[in-house]
């Protein structure tokens, strides 16, 4: 009982309008509250929906069978794509080997065989015929048929050559003959004739000439040695000797003049 003795206490209008507004504050904090805690309770338990499929175009369309660009851009020149490979790097260099070689098989005119010496059956050279020469000279046998006569040597050759050699005999003119022998050069087999000058041998080679025109001697020097080349009469002579060149020379006008 209050002290005025009323049951109920009779709180001032100002407080009681306060009071009201909070309780009404606080229901409507509470109703926001219980809306949250349900909408995350319905996001975790529903399941999201899968998306709907787009519908596929009309094949009326003109623009049906167009494709749709890519995000990365399509160079449809077949080049560009080996351009790289062909044109740079080791690519690149195998190609332009392989473009100069095509080039100079295309470009370049065939080169002819050498044209070999008229007075040789195969471009014989001085060279070879110093090489024959000091061989025969270290051998233990430079001479195969050993005779002054000439009518003893030209018949030793018969069946050893596909040719009869002319054989003169130069010893009234000082070059008296020591002989022959068989030789192998110019890729064939040759006669050999033996002479002497002073103590000097002088081989001198025989054998058929390709071109059977005559060409007038020429003497020249290799390796301390005189050589003198000629043709006549179809056949090809090649002289060899240490004595001096103008001994040669003697002896090749006596040979001309005897043949």
Not at 25 to 35: H, K, S, T, W
Not at 141 to 147: A, E, G, T
Not at 179 to 208: F, W
Not at 230 to 247: K, L, V
Request: avoid cysteine; glycine fraction near 6%; charge should be neutral.
């Amino acid at each position: 009982m209050l002290r005025d003795g009323s049951l109920h206490h009779k709180a001032p209008q100002v407080l009681r309008e306060r009071l009201r507004d909070e309780l009404a504050q606080a229901e409507r904090r509470a109703a926001a509250a219980q809306d949250t805690t349900a909408s995350s309770a319905d996001a975790v338990s529903t399941p999201k929906p899968e998306p709907k499929p787009e519908p596929k175009p009309s094949h009326s369309s003109n623009t049906s069978n167009v494709p749709k660009p890519s995000g990365k851009p399509v160079d449809l020149a077949w080049g560009s794509s080996l351009a790289p490979w062909l044109f740079g790097g080791a690519g690149g260099a195998i190609l332009g080997g392989l473009a100069v070689a095509m080039a100079l098989l295309v470009e370049r005119p065939p080169v002819p065989a050498p044209t070999p010496d008229p007075q040789t059956p195969t471009g014989l050279q001085p060279q070879e015929i110093v090489s024959s020469h000091v061989r025969a000279l270290l051998s233990q046998h430079p001479i195969d048929v050993v005779s002054t006569d000439q009518h003893t040597v030209k018949p030793w050759f018969n069946g050893r050559l596909d040719y009869a050699p002319p054989v003169v005999d130069l010893s009234a003119k000082g070059f008296p003959l020591a002989g022959g022998r068989l030789d192998y050069v110019g890729q064939r087999t040759v006669a050999v004739l033996i002479y002497h000058t002073d103590k000097h041998p002088i081989d001198l080679y025989v054998y058929p000439a390709r071109d059977k025109a005559s060409a007038a001697p020429m003497i020249s020097g290799a390796d301390g040695y005189a050589i003198a080349r000629w043709r006549r009469n179809g056949m090809t002579y090649w002289a060899i000797t240490d004595a001096e060149p103008s001994h040669l020379r003697v002896f090749v006008e006596a040979l001309q003049a005897a043949t």
